[in-house]
C-alpha cells in the first residue's frame, strides 16, 4: 500500500512507510484507528505537531481536519509548539496537588526561570502541567519527555533532576 502524500506537504521516506506500517494494522474502512501512531511519527520528527502535519495526517487517513486537531490537542504527549529537549509534565490534578503537586510545578518553573508552559532559554527545559498521570498514590508525580515517570518529587529530587540532565546536556555537547 502506498500512502498518498498531500500536494501542499511534504512527508518524508522514513515517515511515509511508518505510516504505511500503522495503516496496515486496521481493516482499510478503519484506518483513522492509526491517527494516534501517525501523529506520533510526524512528532519524533519534526518534535512537534504542526497545523501542516494535522493536515498531512487528516488527508493520509481520510479524516476531517478537526477530528486530527481534537486528538492532537486532547493529548498532553503532543506539543503543538516547539518544545525543550527535557519536557516535564507535572501533575496537578487533586490527588497530587493534595500531595505537592502544584508545589512541585512552582519549584521547577522558579528554578529553571521560567512560566508554566514555557521553555527555557537555553531550549533544554519546558515545563507544563499536566493532568491525572494515574500514579496518585506516589504524588507528586510528573512525566519525563512523555516516557518516564518520576514519583515523590521533592524539592531535592526536582532539583537532582534537573542537574542530572543538564550534566547530561553538556555532556552530549561535546
Given at each position: 500500500?502506498?500512502?498518498?502524500?498531500?500536494?501542499?506537504?511534504?512527508?518524508?521516506?522514513?515517515?511515509?512507510?511508518?505510516?504505511?506500517?500503522?495503516?496496515?494494522?486496521?481493516?482499510?474502512?478503519?484506518?483513522?484507528?492509526?491517527?494516534?501512531?501517525?501523529?506520533?511519527?510526524?512528532?519524533?520528527?519534526?518534535?512537534?505537531?504542526?497545523?501542516?502535519?494535522?493536515?498531512?495526517?487528516?488527508?493520509?487517513?481520510?479524516?476531517?481536519?478537526?477530528?486530527?486537531?481534537?486528538?492532537?490537542?486532547?493529548?498532553?504527549?503532543?506539543?503543538?509548539?516547539?518544545?525543550?529537549?527535557?519536557?516535564?509534565?507535572?501533575?496537578?490534578?487533586l490527588p497530587?496537588?493534595?500531595?505537592?503537586?502544584?508545589?512541585?510545578?512552582?519549584?521547577?518553573?522558579?528554578?529553571?526561570?521560567?512560566?508554566?508552559?514555557?521553555?527555557?532559554?537555553?531550549?533544554?527545559?519546558?515545563?507544563?502541567?499536566?493532568?491525572?498521570?494515574?500514579?496518585?498514590?506516589?504524588?507528586?508525580?510528573?512525566?519525563?519527555?512523555?516516557?518516564?515517570?518520576?514519583?515523590?518529587?521533592?524539592?531535592?529530587?526536582l532539583d537532582?533532576?534537573?542537574?542530572?540532565?543538564?550534566a547530561q546536556?553538556?555532556?552530549?555537547?561535546?
Amino acid at each position: 500500500m502506498n500512502v498518498a502524500v498531500p500536494a501542499k506537504a511534504m512527508l518524508s521516506q522514513a515517515a511515509a512507510k511508518g505510516f504505511e506500517r500503522e495503516i496496515a494494522k486496521y481493516p482499510l474502512e478503519q484506518k483513522a484507528s492509526a491517527v494516534i501512531a501517525c501523529l506520533a511519527i510526524l512528532q519524533g520528527e519534526h518534535g512537534f505537531i504542526s497545523p501542516e502535519s494535522e493536515a498531512i495526517v487528516a488527508e493520509v487517513l481520510g479524516m476531517p481536519l478537526i477530528a486530527v486537531h481534537e486528538i492532537t490537542t486532547f493529548y498532553n504527549m503532543f506539543n503543538q509548539v516547539p518544545v525543550g529537549r527535557f519536557k516535564f509534565n507535572v501533575c496537578t490534578n487533586l490527588p497530587c496537588q493534595l500531595r505537592g503537586g502544584q508545589h512541585a510545578l512552582e519549584h521547577l518553573c522558579s528554578t529553571l526561570g521560567v512560566e508554566e508552559g514555557g521553555t527555557t532559554a537555553d531550549g533544554a527545559f519546558t515545563v507544563q502541567k499536566a493532568e491525572c498521570l494515574g500514579a496518585c498514590a506516589d504524588a507528586p508525580v510528573m512525566l519525563v519527555n512523555d516516557r518516564q515517570m518520576v514519583s515523590f518529587m521533592s524539592d531535592a529530587r526536582l532539583d537532582e533532576l534537573v542537574s542530572t540532565l543538564r550534566a547530561q546536556e553538556q555532556a552530549d555537547a561535546t
